[in-house]
């Protein structure tokens, strides 16, 4: 006789079965809206907030962290100083964007490049720092990994100084927030590089790429981080009323997302901090549990065809740059990213995050032993840029007017008329001033419309021949006036 008993013990089965896998899949990190959370007090490592925080995670660019920290340790044991010269490399120089874009054998002291990683998040000049400092990029990993293993970084491993893809280069939010934690009481005598709002080489200004400095109060460091497998990570230590948290966001779809996520759980922890004692110990951040797992690769999902333009770092400061433009800015330009630190936001994504107000000065960063001891050399990533967005092929001695700062450049409508004519008449234009252009010459250069009278003709050749420069002034004058849009 069937009483239905096993269709009455199915049915709360299958529900409390569902019910676990859907909490399972939403808290995976191999879905689509996967990211790891962690907010804990610096002072005490006591976890506030946590989600995957011990799933393994692509760290990128807060790669840099690590960087710093094992730089600044060698300085403090009196290995390398501030000041020490350093020399840019084939291999430094060679690697890929973001970075500074110094030419191999150019000098830079040990003060500059760390403000340069901390703020453009330069992948050239981690590589600097990392064989100053160690003589090879093999041996820094070696001593990044042996630092991360005295700190109890039991899910971290380092094979390169800046964060660029690699398998092998893994950690996880609870990692961070170690490494984090060790920073400001290990090192409080540097505490300056871990928030400078913007930094300055010669007519380019950097703003920092933690969007949460001067626009969430009391936010004070570290650093973001993005590779597509990664998605948008962050370090972000905030103080208020003499407490400190330390947040860590990793996998976030976006840099907008990224900041307002890390705002609402910093928010969160400062405002419950007067009734601590209501909330559940998680207990501290090194007592976390390890999750053995492999890291998700967000690429499909972060970087993949769904989006609207590419995934890159600097996206929220070109956003606030192009809200904010006048007609005929450039984006790119540096006038772009210095109103962007000036611009009053037409809306904002959390109310959490004000305008920008930036919390110190602008740094100047500078190659050679002091300010002006090398001149200004002209970056070969921004050159590169340039040239491939203007479609011009310029030859390495026509950057040269550039850097001494040339302005001239010919009007659109004489550029044109230049570009029209033939090579020959141009170099003879001074000798046959008042000769008239044969018709064959008028009509391919200067085309009659129809009915227009025809004296027209040789009086656009002799205006256009009067000021037209020779071929090396206009290669020379385009490049010099790429700096000034």
Request: with cysteine.
């Amino acid at each position: 006789m069937n009483f239905g008993h096993s269709g009455l013990f199915r049915a709360p089965l299958a529900i409390a079965l569902g019910g676990f896998l859907a909490g399972f899949l939403a808290l995976s990190p191999d879905r689509a809206s996967a990211h790891s959370m962690l907010l804990i007090e610096a002072d005490t490592g006591r976890v506030l907030h946590a989600e995957n925080a011990t799933h393994p995670w692509y760290p990128a660019s807060v790669t840099k962290v690590m960087t710093a920290y094992v730089t600044l340790k060698a300085v403090k044991a009196g290995r390398l100083s501030l000041d020490t010269l350093l020399t840019v490399s084939p291999n430094a120089a060679a690697q890929a964007p973001t970075k500074m874009g110094f030419k191999v054998g150019s000098k830079i002291t040990v003060d500059n490049a760390l403000k340069t990683i901390m703020v453009k998040s330069a992948n050239d000049m981690s590589v600097v720092l990392a064989e100053g400092v160690s003589g090879s990029i093999s041996a820094f990993a070696e001593e990044m990994n042996q630092a991360a293993a005295r700190l109890g970084m039991t899910q971290t491993t380092y094979v390169n100084p800046n964060g660029l893809p690699a398998d092998e280069q893994i950690t996880s939010a609870r990692d961070q927030a170690i490494l984090a934690r060790a920073v400001y009481n290990e090192l409080p005598e540097y505490e300056h590089y871990w928030n400078i709002s913007a930094i300055k080489y010669g007519k380019r200004l950097m703003r920092n790429y933690n969007t949460l400095l001067g626009r969430y109060p009391g936010t004070d460091g570290l650093k973001t981080g993005f590779i597509c497998a990664s998605g948008f990570n962050v370090v972000v230590s905030a103080k208020r009323n003499g407490r400190r948290l330390i947040a860590v966001m990793l996998g976030a779809p976006s840099g907008s997302v990224r900041a307002v996520k890390v705002a609402q759980m910093l928010e969160r922890g400062f405002s419950a901090g007067g009734f601590s004692w209501l909330t559940p110990s998680m207990g501290t951040v090194n007592s976390l549990q390890p999750v053995n797992a492999a890291p998700p690769n967000l690429r499909d999902e972060v970087c993949g065809k769904k989006r609207k333009r590419p995934a890159r770092e600097s996206e929220d400061l070109e956003d606030e740059a192009e809200a904010s433009l006048p007609p005929g800015i450039d984006p790119n330009s540096p006038q772009a990213i210095l109103l962007s630190s000036l611009r009053t936001a037409n809306s904002r994504p959390s109310a959490l995050l004000g305008e920008y107000n930036p919390p110190t000065p602008t740094v100047e960063v500078f190659l050679g032993p002091t300010k002006g001891s090398v001149p200004v050399e002209e970056p070969q990533v921004a050159s590169r840029k340039s040239k491939k967005k203007k479609n011009v092929a310029a030859a390495p001695a026509a950057e040269a007017p550039a850097l001494a700062g040339t302005q001239s450049q010919p009007a659109p409508q004489l550029r044109q008329a230049i570009s029209a004519q033939p090579a020959k008449p141009a170099q003879a234009a001074a000798p046959q001033r008042t000769a008239s252009p044969s018709p064959a010459t008028a009509a391919r250069a200067f085309p009659t419309p129809v009915g227009a009278p025809a004296p027209a003709q040789p009086a656009k050749k002799k205006h256009a021949k009067k000021q037209q420069p020779d071929a090396s002034a206009e290669a020379s004058a385009k490049p010099a006036a790429r700096p000034a849009r």
